[in-house]
Structures are given as structure tokens and as C-alpha cells.
């Protein structure tokens, strides 16, 4: 493609606005429109953006505007619903996590992807931090040789302001459009660990709703166990009871070859690596969490997200997290939550 790439964000909170500004920042993109149903800021929208905002995405459709992208930054439970009317106008998307809250509703984004021939982008963007890339490779070439034990644990803290106070205007919180504590949270690290191990069964879980029962409908923290399709064992435990502040993200591996941590707040450095006749290289700096003010989220990575955007429809690259891969982090969330029942 030799002209610029348009975009267009559908839903223009704080991740919506990062995406735009990404959009801004790549020298092969332009950003055509925003969308957001709160009119009170689409005059600050419209000022800082440079860029008409629309009250609903058909109107924006309706407004004959050209553009070939519509990034949905949208709570949860509209992601499905809003990416499927994306691909009926002939638009390719990019979808922040999680690309649907069922397997079914991710399906039928796919099956209208596949009619419409146009791609999806799924937003995983701690994919693109070193620790994540040297993972990969590490595991990749087989260096840690058979996988034994895999263990994740995500140990974070959201308190009532961050779900508003139970405000029942406030879709954080509500089982039916957050979809629960491993959906909104804790996606990204379940996304690591298939994208580097691969699907699980035998699953069995546990849960626990610790101080959050005024503010949310699901559980806020859980211990989950289960095997690797392909081999070995593996362990997630949650919670964002944490007192505070976000305490850790962390990966340890244990093969047949050797041993691997990857921890901090964000899986974001090597903690402990010994594996045969093999040195940790140096890694380049994680970048930091996306900051939300008292809170904060994954790495700030979407710069890379927009960017493989570009190379994937000019024809130089592939799909980083193609929507196979968001589907399969959907179903295994869903077929952890089954053990509630």
C-alpha cells in the first residue's frame, strides 16, 4: 500500500486515546476519526486529535469518511458486537483484549472476518516486551529441552475506586460486560502462556471473592492447576486483593535442561535463568506499565502494535496475535470459569 493507512478508534477513553496517539506517532498511519458516546468530551477529543468525533460508530460509517482500520477500544462485552459491524463495512480491526467474553461470540467475529476478507488484530502487546521475545525463542529452540512445571502467578491490586464504587452505570465489575478478573486483568499473561506452551486440560480451580464483594460479581482471586496438552504441568494463581499497589507478574519454568523466572510487577525481567551450557543475555528495558493514575496495566506496547498493523497490509509481515490465537486465550478462560459451576 503506498498511501498512509487510516484509523479509525471506536471508543475514546484513556486506551483509546493511546491508540490514536500511536496512530499519530507512525509516519505510515493517519488518524481519520474518533468515536465516543460521552459528549461531554468530544470538544477535548476534537482539539487534541485534530480529528471529527462521532457519538456512535454508524454515524461514523453513515459519514462516508474513508479510512481502511477501526481500532475497538470499547469495554469488554462490545468488543464481539462492535468488531463484527467493523468488518460488515469492509474495515479490518484491531481489537483490545479480550477479542470476545464467550468462544461463541469470538467465532462469529472470525466467521465474518473470513466472509469479509479482512484481518484481525488482537491487542497482546506484552508480546513485544524482551523478556516475552526471549522466552519465546528460549522455548522455541527447545533449549529448556522437555517442559516439567510451568507456574504463573499475577498478584495485583484494584480497590473500590477503581470499579467506582460499585456505581451500577459502571460496566467494571459486572459480570455480564467485564467478564471477570481473568478476562480484564490477567489476559495478557494467559496469552504468554499459550503462546509459548500451548492449550491446557484437566483443569481444576478454585475461587475466592476476598474483599471485593461490594464492587464486582466474580471472584477476585483464584488458584488454578492443569496439564499441557502438549506436556507437562502447569499452575495459575490470582488475585487483586493485593493491599496497595500491583505486586507481581511473574512465569517460572522448570525443564528437563534448566530453569527460567521471569518476574516483576509485568513479567518485565529475569529473575533467575540456569539452563545447560547456556548464558541469560542482557536485555533491552521493558517498558513501562500503561499508567492509568493510581493504577496501572501491562506494558505500554502498542506503538508495536500499530506498527505491525502497517507491515501486515503492506505485505511485509503477519498478524503478531492473529484471532486463532484471541480465540484460544477466550476458551481458556471460559473453560477455567466452568470450574465454578
Known sequence: ???????????SGRIGRRHASMVRLNASCELIAMVDIDHSIHQELE????????????????????????????PNYLHSQQGIEALKAKKHIVVEKPLALSKKDAEELIHH?????????????NRYSPPAQWLKQVVDEGLLGDIYMVMVNCFWNRDSDYYQGGDPNYWKGKL?????????????FLDTMYWLFGDIKNIKATFNDFNHQDTTEFEDSGQVLFDFVNGGSGSL????????????SSISIIGEKGSIKV???????????????????????????????????????????IQNVVETL??????STNSLEGLKVVEIIENIYRQKQ
Open 113 to 125: 472476518s473470513l466472509v469479509s476478507n479482512k484481518r484481525v488484530f488482537c491487542v497482546m502487546q
Open 1 to 11: 500500500m503506498s498511501q498512509k493507512i487510516r484509523f479509525a478508534i471506536v471508543g
Open 263 to 305: 518476574g516483576g510487577q509485568y513479567m518485565n525481567e529475569i529473575e533467575y535463568c540456569h539452563i545447560k551450557d547456556y548464558e541469560a543475555p542482557d536485555l533491552e528495558d521493558t517498558l513501562p506499565p500503561n499508567d492509568y493514575g493510581k493504577y496501572k496495566g501491562s506494558a505500554a506496547n502498542h506503538q508495536f502494535v
Open 176 to 188: 455480564e460486560k467485564d467478564g471477570g478478573t481473568l478476562f480484564t486483568q490477567f489476559s495478557h
Open 47 to 74: 482539539e487534541e486529535f485534530k480529528v471529527p468525533v462521532f457519538s456512535t460508530s454508524q454515524k461514523l460509517y453513515d459519514s462516508n469518511l474513508e479510512f481502511d482500520v477501526v481500532n475497538v477500544c470499547t
Open 237 to 248: 494463581n490470582y488475585s487483586t486483593s493485593v493491599f496497595g499497589q500491583n505486586m507481581e
Open 314 to 319: 503492506e505485505n511485509k509481515n503477519v498478524v
